[in-house]
């Protein structure tokens, strides 16, 4: 079985900055990309970034130039650190991983359980 869990959400005022990490677990044979999502109160779930294993990366427009993505391959680990943090970053975010749990078998989508993170003065 896979396993990703995140950790590193919680409180921050306006301008402040989190560094969520995620790792994945179990029966592994080959991480392929990784990412963040996040899903606010009545909202739909939403693409933050994501990251290849050639370390390719692609963010939400309206993360561009305050989140970074990035990932240890060897600890099959993502981490998202966020700056500049805005109210409007509150939400549950999510890490998700594209895995192949034997050599046998192909990819399948994994996700955390999620992390909140509060953006409030």
């Known amino acids: 079985q896979v396993q990703l869990v995140e950790s590193g959400g919680g409180l921050v005022q306006p301008g402040g900055s989190l560094r969520l990490s995620c790792a994945a677990s179990?029966?592994?044979?080959?991480?392929?990309?990784m990412g963040w999502y996040r899903q606010a109160p009545g909202k739909q779930r939403e693409l933050v970034a994501t990251?290849?294993?050639?370390?390719?990366?692609n963010y939400a427009d309206s993360v561009k130039g305050r989140f970074t993505i990035s990932r240890e391959i060897a600890k099959n680990t993502v981490y998202l650190q966020m700056n500049s943090l805005k109210p409007e970053d509150t939400a549950v975010y999510y890490c998700?991983?594209?895995?192949?749990?034997?050599?046998?078998?192909?990819?399948?989508?994994?996700w955390g359980q999620g992390t909140q993170v509060t953006v409030s003065s």
């Open positions: 998700n991983a594209e895995i192949r749990p034997s050599m046998h078998s192909g990819a399948s989508a994994y």
């Open positions: 179990g029966r592994i044979f080959r991480v392929n990309a």
């Open positions: 990251i290849t294993t050639g370390g390719s990366t």
